[in-house]
Each structure stands twice: as structure tokens, then as C-alpha cells.
């Protein structure tokens, strides 16, 4: 590798343009090739990092698209913006840190979850959003009984980043809790993971019944993650006052 490419490979990487890190080169033969102009060529590249990150959104199966750039912090006071911005830079996914955002409905800690997953795709990394950890553990319980587990294991132990929202809104059988255990001690040091939660630690056990279990999850969760509390005054439920006052 020349010195030139050695240092525009560089240059993409902190931009945080991988695809084009990837595929200057190549395209750059192409159009040396078909003659095609530097416009041209410049075209091909953006379209390249254009298509990769809405593939890999599109793959992390997202609920909604709302980056971190659209969330208003000043409607979640509790939530540290520099903090999650930090976080957003990707050295979590790195180091397979947990993240965890624990706090009531309705003060802001899905939002964030869905920032920083897209975040991640934006990194070229591979992203699973579970839309609620009861939807993760029913699709869970559906691959045991059709015998499709180990496959449906492998294939999340390959995403970079999952993340698990609502956990805590419901009860979980100890065989569904036993399932999600199973997810987040794979990934434990390995690969991170993303929780939101209603629901403060010291109540986990209504959620897993299992002492053991709770315990043992709480571990892995707990251990060199990033806790942000996003606290108790609902910003759904100011709205509503707001739009009853001017009503």
C-alpha cells in the first residue's frame, strides 16, 4: 500500500466513511478504466457509503429513524448529552461495553438507544434492535420448540451490537429468562449490548424470579457498563399538559 492510500484509508476512517475507506481504490481503477470523470468518480464513492449505511440500518431491523442529531435533549434533562454523543464515537463497541438507560416510561430512553444503534450502522457495524426484550424472548421460545436455537444463536453472536428494549414491563417464565440469559452471557466481553429498562435494579427479580438468574444477569449487565438514569418526569406526559394549556 502506497503511502497516499495509506493515509486516505486513514483519513476515512476518521471521517468514519468506511465504505469509502473500503472501496476507494477499486472504484478509482474503474474510472481510470471507463475513463470516467472526477465527478463521476466522486459520485460512485458517496453512493457506495450511501448504499452500505441503509443497508445495515435496514438489517438492524430499527422501530423508527431518529438519529441522535433529531433528539432533543432539552425535552430529557436527565439524559447527558455529551455522554451520549461520547458513546455515539463507538469506543463502547470496541471495548464490548453494556450500555444500560434506566428510568420511567416516557423519559427518553428509547430515543437514545436508537441514536446510538444508528450511530453504529453508520460504522459499518452490525446491528440487531430488538424492539422489546418480550419480542426477543418470543422469538426465542419459537426457535427452541421448532429446534432452531443453536442457529439463531450463532447468528446473533456474529451482530456487533443488540439492543434490548423495554426490559422490565413484563415478567419473564424461567425458561424465557434462562433464553435471554443465554443471549447476554455470549456476548459478555465480546460484543455489546444496548438495554433500556423501566425498572431499577434492586426490583430485576420481579422480571427474573430466579434469584440466581437475576443475579447472574445483573452481572454480566452491570460489569464495565455505561449506566445513564434518565429519571422519572415522563416528557410524554409534560406534551400532553402543554397541549391541554394551550387548548
Not at 471507463?34 to 457509503?49: C, P
Not at 447527558?80 to 463502547?92: C, D, F, K, T
Not at 419459537?142 to 428494549?165: F, G, K, N, P
Request: charged fraction near 25%; charge should be positive.
Amino acid at each position: 500500500m502506497s503511502l497516499q492510500t495509506s493515509s486516505i484509508a486513514q483519513n476515512c476512517k476518521t471521517l468514519r466513511l468506511p465504505a469509502v475507506g473500503a472501496q476507494f481504490a477499486s472504484l478509482f481503477e474503474e474510472a481510470a478504466q471507463r475513463s470516467h470523470s472526477h465527478l463521476h468518480y466522486l459520485e460512485a464513492l458517496l453512493q457506495a457509503n450511501v448504499g452500505d449505511r441503509e443497508r445495515r440500518m435496514h438489517e438492524a431491523h430499527l422501530p423508527r429513524i431518529k438519529t441522535l442529531e433529531k433528539f432533543d435533549f432539552a425535552q430529557s434533562p436527565h439524559i447527558p448529552a455529551a455522554r451520549i454523543r461520547s458513546l455515539a464515537e463507538g469506543g463502547y463497541l470496541e471495548r464490548a461495553e453494556p450500555v444500560l438507560l434506566v428510568g420511567d416510561p416516557g423519559t427518553g430512553k428509547s430515543p437514545p438507544a436508537t441514536g446510538l444503534a444508528i450511530a453504529a450502522c453508520r460504522q459499518r457495524r452490525r446491528v440487531h434492535f430488538a424492539t422489546t426484550a418480550a419480542a426477543l424472548v418470543n422469538q426465542l421460545v419459537e426457535a427452541q420448540r421448532e429446534q432452531t436455537l443453536s442457529r439463531v444463536l450463532a447468528r446473533w453472536s456474529r451482530v456487533e451490537l443488540i439492543v434490548i428494549d423495554e426490559l422490565g414491563y413484563v415478567s419473564l417464565a424461567e425458561v424465557a429468562a434462562e433464553l435471554l440469559f443465554q443471549v447476554v452471557a455470549e456476548r459478555a466481553e465480546k460484543t455489546a449490548v444496548i438495554v433500556t429498562t423501566n425498572l431499577p435494579f434492586s426490583e430485576w427479580p420481579q422480571v427474573f424470579t430466579n434469584p440466581r438468574l437475576c443475579k447472574a444477569m445483573l452481572d454480566r449487565l452491570t460489569d464495565q457498563a455505561h449506566i445513564i438514569e434518565t429519571g422519572s418526569d415522563s416528557y410524554r406526559f409534560r406534551r400532553t399538559l402543554r397541549k391541554k394549556t394551550k387548548d
